[in-house]
């Protein structure tokens, strides 16, 4: 079994609409991650949370949200989608202190 | 801030053959060096690192040394398989505070029969 999953896998959704993006973990981390890849780019990251009650913006968090609703819980929600968030998303856990980050399958977004 | 700068894709090789994907780094600080590696449809998944200059992490028959000199972290491998096409993202973590994670752009390698 996957420890980082992803739903959905793929999405499409149309201009305005809002969306979420849920990952789970297994393994029991406290830190966890959002990015976005995009190709020529690289990964980005959009928020990261630390623990249930600590949660941060990242370099590209406009028109993004989240929400870190247990430890094994983060979110992110695009309130009103535009067609540039059309992108890869990866969700990643991490343990503190240690540097190795732990990614998702990835959900695949395409906005209309 | 901090950088990586990867040699750009798509690098394709036959099979067997010598594999060289460059990495190069600017930090503040004294970064730790990794090599993630992405297989199709699925996430990163750490493939190598190294915490320290002279460093040589190794896995799977792929090599890199941290290279303070140089700052670089070139990723090798003597003989390719198909079973290595993947797109291969090389970055950087500076310890202290918020970990954050510093990406390259990733270099797609595919290797051909």
């Not at chain 2, 799977?60 to 198909?82: I, P």
């Not at chain 2, 797109?87 to 051909?112: H, R």
Request: aromatic share 12%.
């Amino acid at each position: 079994d996957a420890d980082v999953t992803q739903t959905p896998r793929n999405r499409i959704t149309k201009t305005g609409k809002r969306i979420m993006l849920e990952c789970s973990q297994t393994k029991g981390h406290d830190r966890m991650y959002w990015y976005r890849q995009d190709p020529g780019l690289g990964l980005r990251l959009i928020y990261y949370s630390f623990d249930v009650k600590d949660i941060n913006k990242g370099e590209i968090s406009d028109g993004y949200s989240v929400s870190r609703q247990a430890q094994a819980k983060f979110s992110l929600s695009l309130e009103s989608a535009i067609p540039n968030q059309t992108a890869l998303y990866f969700c990643a856990t991490s343990r503190p202190g240690k540097e190795t980050q732990y990614f998702g399958p990835g959900t695949r977004l395409l906005v209309l | 801030g901090n950088s990586v700068t990867q040699m750009e894709g798509p690098v394709t090789l036959s099979e067997e053959a010598f594999l060289t994907i460059n990495c190069t780094y600017t930090a503040t600080g004294y970064p730790s060096l990794f090599w993630y590696v992405q297989y199709p449809g699925e996430g990163l998944q750490l493939l190598l690192k190294a915490t320290k200059a002279d460093d040589k992490g190794s896995n799977k028959g792929f090599e890199a040394t941290y290279r303070k000199e140089t700052t670089s972290f070139h990723l090798e491998k003597g003989s390719v398989q198909v079973s290595d096409s993947a797109v291969y993202f090389c970055a950087l973590i500076v310890s202290g505070g918020y970990q954050k994670v510093t990406f390259g752009t990733g270099t797609k390698l595919q290797v051909i029969p």
